[in-house]
Nanobody
Framework: QVQLVESGGGLVQAGGSLRLSCAAS????????MGWYRQAPGEQRELVAV??????NYADSVKGRFTISRDNAKNTVYLQMNSLTPEDTAVYYC?????????WGQGTQVTVSS
């Protein structure tokens, strides 16, 4: 029923920026939270950022560099990524949660070169 579609990934030089988008199939205010996760090759999927109401939280590794935001009119959540490093290279996934139920997008590849 719920569909999440990520976009905005790509190849960028270290120190550059990217803006990821996650478009939801319905009104995003119905979700308890929405967030971004990432998974690098051979690594576990990790939480990057989450937004719930007016509150946001970030992984320590991205604090001060990444910003999560949303546009309710467009049913879209964004992840602005600045000062990117090769360690940020991963597939980034959009997540939406209602209570204990989670929905996931297909992911978008972010590659940061040296």
């Amino acid at each position: 029923q719920v569909q999440l579609v990520e976009s905005g990934g790509g190849l960028v030089q270290a120190g550059g920026s990217l803006r990821l988008s996650c478009a939801a199939s319905g009104n995003i205010f119905k979700f308890n939270s929405m967030g971004w996760y990432r998974q690098a090759p051979g690594e576990q999927r990790e939480l990057v950022a989450v937004i719930s109401g007016a509150s946001t939280n970030y992984a320590d590794s991205v604090k001060g560099r990444f910003t999560i935001s949303r546009d309710n009119a467009k049913n879209t959540v964004y992840l602005q990524m600045n000062s990117l490093t090769p360690e940020d290279t991963a597939v980034y996934y959009c997540n939406a949660a209602i209570s204990i139920i989670n929905y996931w997008g297909q992911g978008t590849q972010v590659t940061v070169s040296s």
